[in-house]
Every structure is written in C-alpha cells, then in structure tokens.
C-alpha cells in the first residue's frame, strides 16, 4: 500500500523560505512522476511543481524561480524548495504520486491533480505580510 507522508509546513513571514519534505513508502520515486499541489482557502487544487523518473520538472507561472523541486531516491523523499514565499502562496501542500506514465511526455511534466493517483495528508503553510 502506497503512503506518501508530507512534512516541514509551518508559518514565516514573506520573503522568507521552507522546505518541504514528502517520504513514500511502498511507492518507488523512480516510477512515473511525483508533484507538488497545494489548495488555498476557497480555491481548488493546483498544482505547483512536478518532476518525472528522469528528472526533467514542471512548475505553474506563479511558483517559476522561486520554487525547486528535487528528489532523492535513496531516501525515496521528494522535496519543495520555496524561497521568496509571498502571502498567496498560502495553502495547504500536498504531496502526489502518479500511476501512470502518461504523466510526462518527456519534455514536460503535468500539474493536472487527475494524472495523479496516490496523495499525501498534506501540510500546512502560512504566509504571512
């Protein structure tokens, strides 16, 4: 059974960093693709950054240098570097894993929360002015 386990949410003010973690368990990260989305109050599900099994990565405009993600197979933990944290990148984080290759064409990666299958608990994080 896939468990994917998010950490590292917590509260800073804007312009400062954190680093989110997500370990899997029972689910290789060089399968497929892994992603990051996160949900404000009131809004849906978007997806933020995306990596697939051979590294090439993804990001929504509102996240583009400012946010990396990465991941480190021998610890099967995928990562959110977020720098520059503004005010509306306030939500809840959520760590996702896909089931199938059709999550990458090999040039990019996809933010669309249907081409992901397993998901995390998520983690909190708050910016604030």
């Known amino acids: 059974q896939v468990q994917l386990v998010e950490s590292g949410g917590g509260s800073v003010q804007a312009g400062g960093s954190l680093r989110l973690s997500c370990a899997a368990f029972g689910y290789t990260y060089s399968s497929y693709c892994m992603g990051w989305f996160r949900q404000a109050p009131g809004k849906e599900r978007e997806g933020v950054a995306a990596i697939n099994s051979d590294g090439t990565t993804s990001y929504a405009d509102s996240v583009k240098g400012r946010f990396t993600i990465s991941q480190e197979y021998a610890k099967n933990t995928l990562y959110l570097q977020m720098n520059s944290l503004r005010p509306e990148d306030t939500a809840i984080y959520y760590c996702?894993?896909?089931?199938?290759?059709?999550?990458?064409?090999?040039?990019?990666?996809?933010?669309?929360?249907?081409?992901?299958?397993?998901w995390g608990q998520g983690t909190s994080v708050t910016v604030s002015s």
């Open positions: 996702a894993a896909s089931t199938t290759p059709g999550c990458s064409d090999g040039i990019a990666v996809s933010l669309n929360s249907w081409d992901f299958g397993y």
